[in-house]
């Protein structure tokens, strides 16, 4: 598949998944705020008073393998911006953080899951404080030097070009900003073969997994600076199958067992910061 075939193949399953939800239907991920599974329970991704403050049909779709405002350090008064927003849980906390005088933009490219989003914000009485955008997370219409923090939930691997991701969170951040970022990475590179054979579906998040030095090498190449690993979990058995089909085995289909055997153990959840660097900075370090 090429890029735009890639991503409309991610859009449609997410929407899909979006479409199917009522507040009676549980996520099907296993790291969601409300999953049953081990590193939701283990991991305390969300604590039970900020479980409180979302909706129902925001926890019930979340699709998370971290928690970015709980690392982010927000202040009141900044500007975030949430790359794949999804339902809209971690914009919901975000805007209590920033709060009144604040701001937060949340993006998503499936137009299904933004509607969602917009009902969890309006349940969540915040509909003022936060605005959500149909987009591309590669190519936003917003201004440069925008916003104090990007943040994101284990969407970033979904993309095929990790790199035009980053260089949009760059050119929207103010001098100093910061990422904070929840993602999926593998602990080395896999055989080639393997990886073309998850990259032929597209398989849930882990098809366009990449191994963390590449990934982090994509970070500084941009320009970002400090990069600092705040968590890391290694995908146990069930969590792996689970994260393979993500947003679900209705919608995404699952890899073969063989492929998930060879990537078993490699597969990783990283929460990270990392800084915009300024232009003095920039200038130094040549």
Not at 57 to 74: D, E, Y
Not at 119 to 135: C, F, K, P, S, Y
Not at 238 to 243: A, H, R, T, V
Request: aromatic share 6%.
């Amino acid at each position: 598949m090429n890029t735009e075939e890639i991503k409309n193949v991610v859009k449609g399953r997410y929407g899909k998944a979006a479409e199917a939800a009522s507040a009676k239907v549980a996520c099907c991920c296993p790291n969601a705020a409300i999953s049953s599974s081990s590193f939701a329970t283990e991991h305390a991704l969300y604590g039970q008073e900020e479980l409180s403050l979302i909706p129902e049909i925001a926890r019930n779709l979340s699709r998370g393998c971290g928690n970015p405002t709980g690392f982010a350090n927000l202040q009141s008064s900044e500007v975030v911006v949430d790359f794949g927003c999804g339902a809209g849980i971690d914009v919901i906390l975000a805007a209590r953080k920033v709060g009144p005088s604040g701001k937060v933009f949340g993006v998503d490219f499936a137009p299904q899951m933004i509607e969602r989003a917009k009902q969890a914000v309006a349940e969540a009485g915040l509909t003022d404080a936060v605005e959500l955008i149909v987009g591309d997370m590669e190519q936003l219409n917003l201004p440069d030097s925008f916003a104090d923090v990007v943040a994101s939930n284990c969407v970033i691997n979904l993309s095929p070009d990790k790199d035009a991701v980053y260089r949009e969170a760059f050119r929207i951040l103010k001098p100093g900003g910061r990422l904070a970022i929840s993602d999926i990475v593998l602990t080395e590179k896999i055989e080639p073969h393997v990886q073309a054979r998850l990259q032929s579906t597209w398989s849930g998040c882990l098809g366009g997994v990449i191994d963390e030095e590449s990934y982090f090498d994509i970070i500084r190449k941009v320009g970002f600076s400090q990069p600092e690993i705040v968590a890391r979990h290694v995908l146990a058995s069930q969590e792996l199958d689970e994260m393979a089909c993500c947003p679900g085995p209705e919608f995404a289909p699952t890899p073969a067992k063989a492929d998930l055997s060879v990537v078993h153990g490699k597969v990783v959840s990283i929460k990270f910061t990392a800084v915009k660097r300024t232009l003095g900075t920039m200038k130094s370090r040549r």
